[in-house]
């Protein structure tokens, strides 16, 4: 290799460095491949719920459901990859073999998602198998990755090892960042077979999956591979197993008394370890309130992602997809961290206030509180634009008047419709209307002009109609028909369509969608569409084509397009709104993006970095195994509350708002009894402890225990 390459010495044989620095070039493929796998992992869980809702026509609460339990799957898994790098394979092996998992899971999920293959029955196995394989191996090489990187460094060079744990993090926010914004365009606006293409979305960080997995190979000749050293995990679960184990057997009033319950291990465990030991465990106790931010924090891809739905996402010169709005988490983190080193916490120090890791946690807390708290907000206001919620023995109608001039519409024994309705008034709310049972056949009466017509019509409960009355051949007629029970979801427009006219006609709309709708006043089906101006439509008629408008057809409401006559060259049409557009823009869910995101910045980061210090340097890794696993449990809450307490969305959103700040006061309680302390410091005076010893013991019992 040429000497004067500004860019690579050749150091210690087979290592390279960057030029003028102690950077190993194995790094670059490290930090590359982390981005890589972020895009993937957070690329397809942003769509998740959606898949879930859209795809297979789930409910809310079973979507919610299964996307938390897969979030707190991937952190369940990385304690089997911990186990598998430290103690059998090592660390460049785990992420090999489960990032190979990790694909495998990927294309199944991708594959998994078109529509043309299998049934459902199809479709939601190839997806569980997917997802189950992503999850294993995206936790698996959660803890395997940032630690290899950290590997790469002499033990001298701690200034650039941090440095690159920085560089690291970055690539994650990064990758995290451009995924949750790209990943529902490619949902949203490329259509494939006929609807959302989900199939390109997971296929896109399916790819990267595998451009991740291609990276990490091909710096294999510059990494530094040590070999598996056990597992210190394993060794404190036995650990405190065998201490459990021997107090049990060792009850007798006999046998003296310790000064803790991890004494009881000292027979087979050194005074170090145990010394160590009773230091995590201290720390593990102040974890357990922690997993109820997570339960708020995570359904940034669920309920948040559903509430955009109902929203309206025109910003003018761009319309947001409703999963796109995740992607404020990362850019805001990115922009909070340097505002809060450098400013914030700067500020308060000159104020003389000692705000200690414990309040900065429970700070955040309070801030995701909040956040949850301006989410029920929102959803109250969300739901003045919705369908009345349908009980038993009760439907909803309405009269829709085509004719020329006003009538009088009565039903049997049903006080409704006190005043005549206008010739193409736009109706009125929708009526309740109470029935005697599942269904009743009802009289209705019109009174137009004088005369007094009867129809008898058949009244199903938790259905919603409209009367449609209209001229046919100089007399009056009518219609009952079924209109949408509860708005399009996703975001959608749902329309149909009247035909007035004494022929049949066909309908183009947007040069893809073909509606046909017979004459003398009949409906369509309703047909949905994505949020947009429809003035290009085409219909076609028996005496020839006319253009037709439609207008601007908006997010989440439903449309009765009446087609009146034709003149001019042109079709005349009446539009008739049947439940309202969604009114309340998606803009309003930045203000609960800004404060969850400042809580994460509180609570997560100093979180980690405060138990690291309050732990010896061997304990690092139980500690992340505990963090991870308040983030699972975190999830699982969720899902538990979804499936087993179903409650109107804005209830629940209060309800997690209460939870979290409970928790808040035990938490702070907790922290106020604290003491902090230096892990050396701790660890001398351990070792100054006198443990009894055996011979003082006369009745222990002591007993091989296979752990």
Request: net charge negative; glycine share 8%.
């Given at each position: 290799m040429d000497e004067s390459c500004p860019l690579l010495d050749v150091q210690a044989g087979y290592r390279q460095k960057l030029c003028g620095s102690n950077y190993p070039l194995s790094i670059a493929f490290i930090v590359v491949n982390e981005f890589c796998e972020r895009f993937s992992y957070y690329g397809m869980r942003a769509v998740l719920t959606l898949y879930f809702l859209s795809f297979f026509h789930w409910d809310e609460n079973l979507s919610t459901a299964v996307y938390h339990a897969f979030s707190a799957l991937c952190y369940f898994t990385p304690v089997v990859g911990a186990i598998m790098a430290d103690s059998w394979l090592g660390k460049y092996r785990t992420i090999?073999?489960?990032?190979?998992?990790?694909?495998?899971?990927?294309?199944?999920?991708?594959?998994?998602?078109?529509?043309?293959?299998?049934?459902?029955?199809?479709?939601?196995?190839?997806?569980?198998?997917?997802?189950?394989?992503?999850?294993?191996?995206?936790?698996?090489?959660?803890?395997?990755?940032?630690?290899?990187?950290?590997?790469?460094?002499?033990?001298?060079?701690t200034s650039e090892r941090s440095k690159f744990f920085s560089i690291f993090y970055l690539s994650i926010n990064a990758g995290s960042l451009i995924s949750t914004f790209v990943t529902p365009v490619l949902r949203g606006d490329v259509k494939c077979f006929g609807e959302d293409c989900y199939a390109l979305a997971f296929g896109v960080p399916a790819a990267l999956m595998v451009l991740a997995l291609v990276v990490f190979i091909a710096g294999s000749g510059l990494y530094r591979k040590t070999p598996p050293q056990g597992n210190i995990l394993l060794e404190v679960c036995k650990c405190i197993g065998f201490a459990i184990k021997n107090r049990l057997k060792n009850r007798s009033s006999q046998i003296p008394k310790r000064d803790h319950w991890l004494d009881w291990a000292s027979e087979k465990y050194s005074k170090q370890l145990i010394g160590e030991i009773k230091m995590v465990t201290r720390v593990l106790f102040l974890f357990i309130p922690l997993p109820m931010f997570w339960a708020l924090f995570d359904q940034q891809g669920s309920r948040w992602t559903l509430q955009a739905t109902k929203m309206n996402a025109d910003f003018g010169i761009y319309v947001l997809q409703p999963d796109q709005m995740q992607f404020l988490n990362p850019l805001l983190i990115l922009v909070f961290i340097p505002i809060f080193d450098l400013g914030l916490y700067p500020l308060i120090n000159m104020c003389k206030f000692n705000f200690t890791p414990i309040r900065k946690m429970a700070t955040g807390m309070i801030?995701?509180?909040?956040?949850?708290?301006?989410?029920?907000?929102?959803?109250?206001?969300?739901?003045?634009?919705?369908?009345?919620?349908?009980?038993?023995?009760?439907?909803?109608?309405?009269?829709?008047?085509?004719?020329?001039?006003?009538?009088?519409?009565?039903?049997?024994?049903?006080?409704?419709?006190?005043?005549?309705?206008?010739?193409f008034q736009n109706p009125?709310?929708?009526?309740?209307?109470?029935?005697?049972?599942?269904?009743?056949?009802?009289?209705?009466?019109?009174?137009?002009?004088?005369l007094s017509l009867p129809f008898n019509y058949t009244v199903k409960e938790k259905l919603v109609y409209s009367l449609i009355v209209f001229e046919a051949e100089g007399n009056l007629s009518s219609h009952l028909i079924t209109d949408l029970e509860a708005k399009p979801e996703n975001g959608l427009a749902a329309v149909r369509f009247i035909n007035g006219l004494n022929q049949d006609v066909n309908l183009t709309i947007d040069s893809k969608w073909f509606i046909a709708v017979q004459r003398n006043y009949s409906a369509s089906e309703y047909s949905l569409l994505e949020r947009d101006k429809y003035n290009n439509g085409k219909c076609i008629t028996e005496m020839g084509e006319f253009p037709l408008e439609l207008g601007l057809l908006d997010f989440g409401a439903s449309y009765t397009i009446v087609i009146t006559n034709v003149s001019g060259g042109a079709v005349k049409t009446w539009k008739s709104e049947d439940i309202k557009a969604n009114n309340v823009h998606m803009a309003w869910q930045l203000p609960q993006y800004l404060l969850i995101s400042a809580g994460e910045v509180m609570f997560s980061i100093t979180g980690l970095a405060f138990s690291y210090s309050q732990s010896p340097a061997s304990m690092k890794s139980v500690l992340q195994a505990g963090w991870l696993l308040t983030v699972a449990v975190g999830n699982t809450f969720v899902l538990v509350v979804a499936q087993t307490a179903p409650m109107a969305q804005w209830a629940e959103f209060v309800l997690f708002t209460v939870l979290l700040f409970a928790v808040c006061i035990i938490f702070s309680v907790m922290g106020y009894f604290?003491?902090?302390?230096?892990?050396?410091?701790?660890?001398?005076?351990?070792?100054?402890?006198?443990?009894?010893?055996?011979?003082?013991?006369?009745?222990?019992v002591t007993q091989k225990t296979k752990l």
């Open positions: 090999i073999y489960l990032s190979i998992v990790y694909v495998v899971g990927h294309l199944i999920k991708s594959v998994g998602a078109i529509p043309s293959l299998g049934n459902q029955v199809v479709h939601v196995i190839l997806s569980m198998v997917g997802l189950f394989l992503i999850a294993l191996g995206t936790g698996g090489i959660k803890p395997c990755v940032s630690a290899f990187g950290g590997d790469q460094f002499e033990e001298e060079h801030l995701a509180g909040m956040a949850f708290g301006l989410a029920a907000i929102v959803e109250v206001k969300i739901n003045e634009t919705d369908m009345p919620r349908l009980v038993p023995e009760e439907s909803l109608i309405r009269v829709l008047n085509l004719a020329k001039n006003p009538v009088q519409v009565t039903i049997q024994d049903k006080d409704l419709f006190q005043q005549p309705v206008g010739a009125a709310e929708y009526s309740k209307l109470l029935l005697n049972g599942e269904q009743q056949s009802l009289r209705f009466t019109l009174r137009y002009q004088g604290y003491v902090s302390v230096d892990p050396e410091d701790l660890e001398e005076k351990e070792e100054k402890r006198e443990t009894p010893s055996r011979g003082n013991m006369i009745s222990l």
